[in-house]
């Protein structure tokens, strides 16, 4: 009789726009789509795929070389340590005579300019804005500049109420200017804001924004939703194009 095959189980609610994008990043990752409930908004899907055993002997044997490893190197280290007692010594009056070397501070206007992370002065992220919205470049970028200030030229690919509320909007944001059409690039998300949070700068600010609008977009750096591959964004300022 064959063994039965155990499965675990995920369930990913997606923002309309994404549902193929998270569907074909869960599948490659080995996830298969058992269900699909569809709202007016949101869409949630269930996905499954067969439990991997897990290789305890194999863990155990190469904690067991670890721990032997440790061992050894910490014995060669304590046997080794007497013969550098008066090598030690003699550093502190080397790095004493060793003068600073001069530097010049950089101006406001610079520090300013190096804080920014922009397609022109980063090659990752000019990458990054040419790459899928599920490629692991997404979540290592997310990961290594999370706080850090970014900007580029985009536009609102899409646009929809968060919740109950008729003020507050979760925006989809892309690089370029395609709005609805555009197809590469992180799927740059703006979760329950409202218009002044956009902080609008620019000539003839609108009392709102839609769809297809092209922007000049700064913003901080948050969190990578690989499940979703969403990656989400904190407005600092908006200005129009």
């Not at 609610?13 to 699909?36: A, C, F, N, P, Y």
């Not at 790095?95 to 922009?118: D, F, G, L, N």
């Not at 922007?215 to 969190?223: D, K, N, S, T």
Request: proline content about 5%; some cysteine; glycine content about 8%.
């Amino acid at each position: 009789m064959a063994e039965e095959i155990k499965y675990e189980y995920k369930a990913v609610r997606t923002v309309r726009g994404t549902t193929g994008l998270v569907i074909s990043k869960m599948q490659k990752d080995g996830w298969e789509l058992v269900d699909q409930t569809q709202g007016t908004l949101r869409s949630t899907l269930d996905f499954r795929r067969p439990k991997k055993p897990q290789p305890w002997l194999l863990i155990g044997a190469a904690a067991a070389v670890f721990v032997v490893l440790a061992m050894v190197i910490g014995t060669a280290t304590a046997l080794s340590g007497g013969g550098d007692t008066k090598g030690r010594a003699d550093k502190p009056a080397a790095i004493a005579s060793q003068k600073p070397s001069a530097r010049r501070t950089p101006t406001a206007t610079e520090s300013a300019a190096a804080e920014v992370i922009t397609p022109q002065n980063n090659p990752e992220f000019a990458a990054l804005l040419k790459a899928d919205s599920c490629d692991e470049a997404n979540l290592d970028f997310a990961t290594r500049h999370k706080g850090r200030t970014i900007a580029f030229d985009g536009s609102i690919v899409n646009m929809a109420p968060h919740g109950d509320y008729d003020t507050r909007y979760d925006l989809l944001l892309g690089p370029g200017d395609k709005g609805s059409n555009t197809s590469a690039g992180p799927a740059f998300k703006y979760e329950d804001v409202n218009v002044l949070d956009l902080k609008l700068t620019g000539g003839k600010i609108p009392a709102t924004v839609a769809a297809g609008d092209e922007f000049r977009f700064v913003a901080e750096v948050g969190e990578f939703n690989a499940a979703q591959c969403l990656f989400f964004l904190h407005p600092v300022s908006t200005e129009i194009r």
